[in-house]
């Protein structure tokens, strides 16, 4: 890893944190907006690329890593305090690997230099966690050391308000917009506290998968207008249940971005051969598409739950894990299902959310089983949870995949509903979307 400094006590929210001042003292020094410090950042990467022959270059281990800018986490970006700020950045290396840097920055806006540059994550796995101190600053651990909580999880259960923020862009015809509108069920309570949204408005049905759709019809005049929908959540953690009266035949059948075809039946024979019981199947395929898949948000395909893309390049999100998963199941016969929604941060009380993040179900022993592959791929320790588990800290906006409403995009059925589904004049066009929670009470880990 590559450190500018180290700090002896470390004051830091992390990528996995967010914004928090650890003592008000605002009134002395004005604090940074995040538009400063996501700028900072991307001034310090481009100028060390420049000098680096159009690469940022860290020092990992024995390794020195030539890297290009991906992103800014911005739902991640902080104040620390007077002057002291942080970034979470990710970077593709030369080397195929994409890595998760954290920089810490000291200085007043247009003048911030870092302080101190580490490499947090490798293709999503941490090399460490960050764990709340009682007086309210933050340190890091060793994965292999730390809480459950500090890894992501809050088991039992969670309680939170959650804001679902999306900011039209320029409409220059007529637009139509479709965003979830998230279910009450047994394992989560929601309240719809409010919804400000400009335009004519309704509410449609998706029939198959039972969600709703929140619809709007909009015009130039919309233009630069947000849309917000803010939530009371309960939620408890999720194992395994009993269904009455399942469909399953509908989960055995194909999607459109996860068919069903010989390469999958081949490869799913191939991890079960020998194994009895559709558990132990069920388990050896999870296993299987953590040892094939790496975490990797880079290039173009990754992101769309295309289980062939998945198959082939064996790499990325959690919409690809778990579509690779259910293509896998369904081929040896185990009906397996979809949901996307929002991971809660754990080790923090408010702030923004890392996007969407998606899970999976499989039907053996006469119950649905909850698994998070790409979560047990991140964290080893936690492998054997995720498989049957969904902790509390989990928000899910909608369910299944090719949703069918009316009136429905031009483009056809809906992949997945987590971000809006927007059009102006009958073609796709993408909206900044913002999640951000606040949790009832402090829960310390």
């Known amino acids: 890893m590559a450190k500018v400094a180290a700090a002896a006590a470390i004051v830091v929210v992390g990528c996995a944190m967010g914004r928090r001042w650890v003592r008000d003292e605002s009134a002395l020094v004005p604090r940074a907006a995040i538009a400063d410090i996501e700028a900072g950042i991307e001034k310090h990467i481009e100028e060390h690329s420049r000098a680096g022959g159009g690469y940022f270059k860290l020092t990992s281990g024995d390794k020195k890593l030539q890297l290009k800018l991906v992103r800014v986490h911005t739902e991640y970006l902080a104040n620390l305090g007077p002057r002291r700020h942080f970034a979470c950045v990710d970077l593709a290396g030369t080397d195929g690997e994409l890595y998760d840097v954290d920089f810490f920055l000291s200085g007043e806006p247009g003048a911030m230099a870092v302080t101190e540059t580490t490499i947090h994550k490798i293709n999503g796995q941490p090399l460490y966690a960050w764990q709340q101190k009682w007086n309210g600053t933050w340190r890091r651990v060793p994965v292999e050391k730390a809480s459950q909580r500090a890894l992501g999880v809050i088991t039992s259960r969670d309680e939170f308000e959650f804001l679902y923020r999306a900011t039209l862009p320029e409409i220059t015809g007529t637009a139509r917009m479709w965003l979830p509108l998230p279910a009450t069920d047994r394992f989560q309570t929601v309240e719809i506290k409010a919804i400000t949204a400009p335009g004519e408005r309704s509410t449609l049905e998706e029939q198959v998968h039972g969600n709703r759709v929140l619809f709007l019809q909009l015009?130039?005049?919309?233009?630069?207008?947000?849309?917000?929908?803010?939530?009371?959540?309960?939620?408890?953690?999720?194992?395994?249940?009993?269904?009455?009266?399942?469909?399953?035949?509908?989960?055995?059948?194909?999607?459109?971005?996860?068919?069903?075809?010989?390469?999958?039946?081949?490869?799913?024979?191939?991890?079960?051969?020998?194994?009895?019981?559709?558990?132990?199947?069920?388990?050896?395929?999870?296993?299987?598409?953590?040892?094939?898949?790496?975490?990797?948000?880079?290039?173009?395909?990754?992101?769309?739950?295309?289980?062939?893309?998945?198959?082939?390049?064996?790499?990325?999100?959690?919409?690809?894990?778990?579509?690779?998963f259910i293509a896998l199941s369904r081929a040896v016969g185990i009906p397996a299902r979809f949901a996307i929604g929002v991971a809660i941060p754990s080790e923090r009380n408010n702030g923004g959310t890392d996007g969407y993040h998606c899970w999976a179900e499989f039907y053996a022993e006469g119950k649905w089983w909850p698994v998070d592959i790409s979560e047990g791929d991140k964290y080893s320790s936690l492998a054997t949870y995720y498989f049957g588990h969904h902790p509390a800290n989990r928000f899910e906006l909608s369910r299944g995949r090719d949703l069918v409403v009316e009136p429905g995009p031009v483009s056809g059925p809906i992949n997945f509903l987590a971000y809006p589904v927007f059009e102006i004049d009958g073609k796709p066009v993408k909206v900044k979307v913002e999640f951000s929670f606040r949790r009832k009470a402090f829960r310390r880990a």
């Open 219 to 324: 015009g130039p005049e919309d233009s630069k207008k947000t849309v917000e929908m803010r939530f009371q959540v309960k939620r408890i953690g999720k194992a395994a249940y009993a269904e009455q009266a399942p469909d399953l035949e509908r989960y055995l059948g194909a999607d459109r971005l996860v068919p069903g075809n010989e390469d999958f039946r081949r490869i799913a024979d191939e991890v079960v051969k020998g194994k009895k019981g559709d558990l132990v199947r069920a388990r050896a395929l999870y296993d299987h598409t953590i040892d094939r898949m790496r975490y990797i948000k880079h290039g173009s395909g990754w992101g769309k739950g295309d289980a062939v893309y998945a198959c082939n390049v064996r790499t990325g999100n959690c919409t690809d894990f778990h579509s690779y």
